[in-house]
């Protein structure tokens, strides 16, 4: 079940990319889309509840996340957004790496940091190679918040407890991240960044699978140390007796 943030963020997206698919085909990749007509005349008519955010390029609500309809994201947008993901991931690794304790868990995590630095590699490659220039949206911000604060809650951890609370950021922030991607994919104009965004949100899916895998085989050896435990408690109780 998906927490009430990553939903949230779910149907800020889905706004976005409804806005962008309605206003399809008016511009090259760079040009940002409003969202709807109906969109506009309503933030038009809410001017007082709306801030212009120059540095990102777009017009955002001040408030609440889900009144984002007049948003709207360019392929430099995405690009920022992607990043700013990507970065949160290689930041949850390097703390399970500085204080792990299982040799399955700390390889994996060995390799969500290769896989990352590869992806953003890739963006940087694509980025360079279509001349686009990323531009950070109001957005990742609270992509960032949300992502942050998982990482945070595992620097408390050391050893078993920190291996963990890996597993359990890395299902909600990869799964976060796949999400993302894949819709940010239908948002992004050109079809190299669809493309990219498309395989990467593939890449990640497969790293929240593997994360689940692990987490499965963590419940299953404590589930089979408690029974070994009780067992060897019930030996012990009938010796006593006899």
Sequence with gaps: MRSPSRSKFMIALSFVTLGVAGACGRGDGDTRVPATAATQTTATANDSATRADSAAGEVAPESSATKVAGRWLSDANALALFS??????????????GGWRSDTVRAFAASVARNHAALQHSADSLAARLGIQPITPALAAEVSATMQ???DSMRAYRGEQLDRAFLAQQLEGQGLMSDYAGQLSGVAQRPELQAFLASAAGSVASEVGTARALQHGLVVADSLSAAAAADSAAKRASRRKH
């Design 84 to 97: 700013t993901m990507n970065a949160a991931q290689l930041a949850a690794a390097s703390v399970e790496l």
């Design 149 to 151: 604060a998982q990482i």
